[in-house]
Protein backbone atom coordinates (compact mmCIF):
# COMPACT_ATOMS: atom_id res chain seq x y z
CA UNK A 1 0.00 0.00 0.00
CA UNK A 2 1.24 3.57 -0.46
CA UNK A 3 -0.24 6.71 0.65
CA UNK A 4 0.29 10.09 -0.07
CA UNK A 5 0.52 13.22 3.14
CA UNK A 6 0.02 16.56 2.29
CA UNK A 7 0.72 18.88 4.25
CA UNK A 8 -0.48 22.85 4.57
CA UNK A 9 0.34 24.50 7.66
CA UNK A 10 -2.53 26.85 8.72
CA UNK A 11 -5.09 24.05 10.63
CA UNK A 12 -3.02 22.04 12.37
CA UNK A 13 -2.95 22.78 16.34
CA UNK A 14 -1.91 25.36 17.58
CA UNK A 15 -1.57 27.77 14.36
CA UNK A 16 -3.84 30.56 14.81
CA UNK A 17 -1.71 33.31 13.13
CA UNK A 18 -1.82 37.04 14.25
CA UNK A 19 -4.37 39.72 12.46
CA UNK A 20 -2.94 42.05 9.69
CA UNK A 21 -0.96 39.33 8.05
CA UNK A 22 -0.51 35.86 6.79
CA UNK A 23 0.61 33.05 8.85
CA UNK A 24 4.38 33.41 7.73
CA UNK A 25 4.57 36.70 9.02
CA UNK A 26 3.45 35.91 12.42
CA UNK A 27 5.30 34.95 15.47
CA UNK A 28 3.04 32.02 15.91
CA UNK A 29 4.80 30.47 12.06
CA UNK A 30 7.79 28.69 13.46
CA UNK A 31 5.69 26.45 15.72
CA UNK A 32 3.67 26.20 13.25
CA UNK A 33 6.34 24.61 11.25
CA UNK A 34 7.12 22.00 13.73
CA UNK A 35 3.70 21.39 14.13
CA UNK A 36 2.70 20.59 10.70
CA UNK A 37 5.98 18.17 10.52
CA UNK A 38 4.51 16.60 13.83
CA UNK A 39 0.99 15.87 12.44
CA UNK A 40 2.34 15.12 9.14
CA UNK A 41 4.93 12.25 10.88
CA UNK A 42 2.26 11.04 12.77
CA UNK A 43 -0.18 10.33 9.71
CA UNK A 44 2.90 9.14 7.93
CA UNK A 45 3.72 6.72 11.04
CA UNK A 46 -0.31 5.60 10.96
CA UNK A 47 0.16 4.35 7.84
CA UNK A 48 3.70 2.68 7.98
CA UNK A 49 1.67 0.55 11.17
CA UNK A 50 -0.64 -0.64 8.54
CA UNK A 51 1.54 -1.92 6.68
CA UNK A 52 2.73 1.05 3.73
CA UNK A 53 4.99 0.02 2.01
CA UNK A 54 5.06 3.77 0.63
CA UNK A 55 4.44 7.30 1.89
CA UNK A 56 5.22 10.49 0.51
CA UNK A 57 5.22 13.39 2.65
CA UNK A 58 4.25 16.57 0.53
CA UNK A 59 5.40 20.07 1.64
CA UNK A 60 2.68 22.36 0.01
CA UNK A 61 2.39 25.35 1.91
CA UNK A 62 3.53 28.40 0.45
CA UNK A 63 6.78 27.82 -1.75
CA UNK A 64 7.16 24.09 -0.46
CA UNK A 65 9.92 24.56 1.77
CA UNK A 66 8.48 24.42 5.32
CA UNK A 67 8.76 21.60 7.35
CA UNK A 68 11.63 19.96 9.53
CA UNK A 69 12.78 17.19 6.96
CA UNK A 70 14.78 15.52 9.05
CA UNK A 71 12.19 15.18 11.68
CA UNK A 72 10.16 12.83 9.34
CA UNK A 73 10.02 9.33 10.08
CA UNK A 74 12.76 7.78 7.99
CA UNK A 75 11.19 5.80 5.93
CA UNK A 76 8.85 8.71 4.00
CA UNK A 77 9.95 9.80 0.99
CA UNK A 78 9.89 13.97 0.63
CA UNK A 79 8.34 16.10 -2.33
CA UNK A 80 9.16 19.71 -1.68
CA UNK A 81 9.62 22.84 -3.12
CA UNK A 82 7.67 24.60 -6.43
CA UNK A 83 7.02 24.16 -10.11
CA UNK A 84 6.07 20.37 -10.57
CA UNK A 85 4.04 19.85 -13.18
CA UNK A 86 0.59 19.18 -11.38
CA UNK A 87 -0.64 19.25 -8.26
CA UNK A 88 0.17 15.90 -5.76
CA UNK A 89 3.59 15.18 -6.94
CA UNK A 90 4.38 11.74 -7.78
CA UNK A 91 0.39 10.27 -7.38
CA UNK A 92 -0.81 7.62 -9.67
CA UNK A 93 -3.45 5.00 -9.66
CA UNK A 94 -1.32 2.69 -8.06
CA UNK A 95 -1.54 5.17 -4.14
CA UNK A 96 -3.97 4.00 -1.77
CA UNK A 97 -5.10 7.01 -0.49
CA UNK A 98 -4.09 10.58 0.42
CA UNK A 99 -4.15 12.39 3.82
CA UNK A 100 -4.95 16.10 4.25
CA UNK A 101 -3.00 17.10 7.29
CA UNK A 102 -2.57 20.59 8.34
CA UNK A 103 -5.23 21.91 5.55
CA UNK A 104 -8.03 24.79 6.18
CA UNK A 105 -11.11 25.86 5.44
CA UNK A 106 -12.21 27.57 2.41
CA UNK A 107 -12.63 31.27 2.11
CA UNK A 108 -15.81 32.83 3.09
CA UNK A 109 -16.25 30.48 5.92
CA UNK A 110 -16.93 31.80 8.92
CA UNK A 111 -14.59 31.40 11.85
CA UNK A 112 -12.53 29.20 10.02
CA UNK A 113 -8.87 30.10 11.38
CA UNK A 114 -7.33 31.16 8.79
CA UNK A 115 -9.58 30.54 5.63
CA UNK A 116 -8.74 31.18 2.46
CA UNK A 117 -8.41 29.09 -0.80
CA UNK A 118 -4.55 29.36 -2.32
CA UNK A 119 -4.33 33.45 -1.14
CA UNK A 120 -5.63 35.26 1.68
CA UNK A 121 -4.40 38.07 -0.80
CA UNK A 122 -5.06 37.33 -4.29
CA UNK A 123 -8.87 35.31 -4.38
CA UNK A 124 -12.11 35.80 -2.79
CA UNK A 125 -13.45 32.82 -4.03
CA UNK A 126 -13.44 29.64 -6.03
CA UNK A 127 -16.16 27.73 -7.74
CA UNK A 128 -16.49 24.39 -9.92
CA UNK A 129 -20.07 24.62 -11.93
CA UNK A 130 -21.20 27.19 -9.20
CA UNK A 131 -20.19 25.79 -5.92
CA UNK A 132 -17.55 27.17 -3.81
CA UNK A 133 -14.71 24.62 -2.97
CA UNK A 134 -11.81 25.05 -1.58
CA UNK A 135 -8.02 23.56 -0.99
CA UNK A 136 -9.55 20.76 0.45
CA UNK A 137 -12.29 20.08 -2.27
CA UNK A 138 -9.93 20.89 -5.01
CA UNK A 139 -7.13 17.90 -3.71
CA UNK A 140 -9.55 15.78 -3.11
CA UNK A 141 -10.92 15.85 -7.08
CA UNK A 142 -7.01 16.36 -7.96
CA UNK A 143 -6.92 12.71 -6.39
CA UNK A 144 -9.94 11.41 -7.94
CA UNK A 145 -8.83 12.02 -10.92
CA UNK A 146 -5.89 9.74 -10.54
CA UNK A 147 -8.81 7.52 -8.68
CA UNK A 148 -7.20 7.44 -5.82
CA UNK A 149 -9.65 8.13 -2.35
CA UNK A 150 -9.19 11.13 0.33
CA UNK A 151 -9.13 9.27 3.44
CA UNK A 152 -8.31 11.19 6.14
CA UNK A 153 -8.52 15.01 6.74
CA UNK A 154 -6.87 16.44 10.30
CA UNK A 155 -7.82 20.46 10.75
CA UNK A 156 -10.36 22.61 12.39
CA UNK A 157 -13.84 21.94 12.67
CA UNK A 158 -15.06 24.47 9.74
CA UNK A 159 -12.68 22.53 7.52
CA UNK A 160 -13.40 19.25 8.77
CA UNK A 161 -17.23 19.56 8.10
CA UNK A 162 -16.20 20.91 4.95
CA UNK A 163 -14.41 17.71 3.94
CA UNK A 164 -17.45 15.31 5.23
CA UNK A 165 -19.57 16.91 3.07
CA UNK A 166 -17.87 15.64 -0.02
CA UNK A 167 -16.13 12.51 1.65
CA UNK A 168 -18.57 11.30 4.40
CA UNK A 169 -16.80 7.74 4.91
CA UNK A 170 -13.19 9.40 5.62
CA UNK A 171 -11.39 9.72 9.12
CA UNK A 172 -10.85 13.30 10.62
CA UNK A 173 -9.34 14.34 13.83
CA UNK A 174 -10.48 17.88 14.71
CA UNK A 175 -7.43 19.64 15.75
CA UNK A 176 -9.23 23.42 17.03
CA UNK A 177 -12.21 24.76 17.42
CA UNK A 178 -12.20 28.05 15.51
CA UNK A 179 -13.49 30.85 17.32
CA UNK A 180 -12.68 33.37 14.32
CA UNK A 181 -9.78 34.29 12.02
CA UNK A 182 -6.86 34.16 14.69
CA UNK A 183 -8.93 32.41 17.23
CA UNK A 184 -9.56 29.02 18.53
CA UNK A 185 -9.50 26.21 21.39
CA UNK A 186 -7.23 24.00 19.95
CA UNK A 187 -6.39 20.55 21.30
CA UNK A 188 -3.02 19.97 23.10
CA UNK A 189 -0.61 19.72 20.34
CA UNK A 190 1.00 16.41 21.48
CA UNK A 191 -2.98 15.17 21.58
CA UNK A 192 -3.45 15.99 18.09
CA UNK A 193 -0.37 13.92 17.21
CA UNK A 194 -1.50 10.93 19.07
CA UNK A 195 -5.01 11.52 17.51
CA UNK A 196 -3.80 11.06 13.69
CA UNK A 197 -1.50 8.59 14.01
CA UNK A 198 -4.37 6.32 15.37
CA UNK A 199 -7.15 7.57 12.50
CA UNK A 200 -4.42 7.18 9.89
CA UNK A 201 -3.90 3.76 10.74
CA UNK A 202 -7.50 3.24 10.62
CA UNK A 203 -8.09 4.97 7.34
CA UNK A 204 -5.83 2.82 6.00
CA UNK A 205 -7.25 -0.24 6.50
CA UNK A 206 -10.79 1.32 5.23
CA UNK A 207 -8.87 2.94 2.33
CA UNK A 208 -10.20 -0.22 0.02
CA UNK A 209 -14.10 0.50 1.00
CA UNK A 210 -13.80 4.25 0.19
CA UNK A 211 -14.86 6.24 -2.76
CA UNK A 212 -12.90 8.87 -4.92
CA UNK A 213 -14.36 12.57 -4.95
CA UNK A 214 -14.90 12.35 -8.92
CA UNK A 215 -15.86 15.88 -10.34
CA UNK A 216 -16.43 15.21 -13.88
CA UNK A 217 -15.81 17.17 -16.30
CA UNK A 218 -16.76 19.14 -18.27
CA UNK A 219 -15.67 21.88 -15.38
CA UNK A 220 -16.51 25.77 -15.51
CA UNK A 221 -13.83 26.77 -13.24
CA UNK A 222 -14.39 30.28 -11.25
CA UNK A 223 -11.89 32.65 -9.73
CA UNK A 224 -13.21 35.77 -8.06
CA UNK A 225 -10.26 37.75 -7.57
CA UNK A 226 -10.21 40.70 -5.16
CA UNK A 227 -8.17 43.01 -6.99
CA UNK A 228 -9.60 44.55 -10.79
CA UNK A 229 -6.52 44.11 -12.54
CA UNK A 230 -5.78 40.47 -10.91
CA UNK A 231 -8.43 39.37 -12.83
CA UNK A 232 -7.94 41.71 -15.61
CA UNK A 233 -4.61 39.80 -16.03
CA UNK A 234 -5.56 36.39 -15.03
CA UNK A 235 -7.97 36.53 -18.28
CA UNK A 236 -4.95 37.38 -21.02
CA UNK A 237 -2.34 35.15 -19.49
CA UNK A 238 -0.93 32.11 -20.52
CA UNK A 239 -4.26 29.98 -19.15
CA UNK A 240 -6.35 33.45 -19.98
CA UNK A 241 -9.85 32.65 -19.17
CA UNK A 242 -13.40 34.21 -19.91
CA UNK A 243 -13.76 37.65 -17.94
CA UNK A 244 -17.64 36.99 -16.44
CA UNK A 245 -17.41 40.56 -14.55
CA UNK A 246 -15.48 43.03 -13.43
CA UNK A 247 -13.98 40.69 -10.53
CA UNK A 248 -14.67 37.19 -11.84
CA UNK A 249 -12.57 35.21 -14.36
CA UNK A 250 -14.11 31.71 -15.75
CA UNK A 251 -12.11 28.60 -17.36
CA UNK A 252 -13.84 25.55 -19.43
CA UNK A 253 -11.96 22.21 -17.77
CA UNK A 254 -12.38 18.72 -19.51
CA UNK A 255 -10.86 18.35 -16.23
CA UNK A 256 -9.33 19.98 -12.90
CA UNK A 257 -5.43 19.16 -13.44
CA UNK A 258 -5.88 21.51 -16.96
CA UNK A 259 -5.47 24.12 -14.69
CA UNK A 260 -3.70 22.76 -11.76
Known sequence: MK???AVDCEGVAGAVGTPGGTLNDSP??????LQATREADAAARGF???GATQVIVW???GGGVNLHYDHLDERCDIALGAGFPHRFPGLDG???GVALVGYHAMDNTVDGVMAHSFSSAAYQAMRINGRDVGEIEIDAAMAGEYGVPLILVASDAQAVAQACAICPHIETVVTKQGLGWNAAISQHPRRAVAAIEAAATRAASRAGSMAPFCVPGPLAFEIRYKRMDAAQAASRGLKGGTRVDPFTVRW???RLSDYF
Not at 28 to 33: P, S
Open 3 to 5: FIV
Open 28 to 33: NWEFAR
Open 48 to 50: FAA
Open 59 to 61: DNH
Open 94 to 96: TFA
Open 252 to 254: DLA
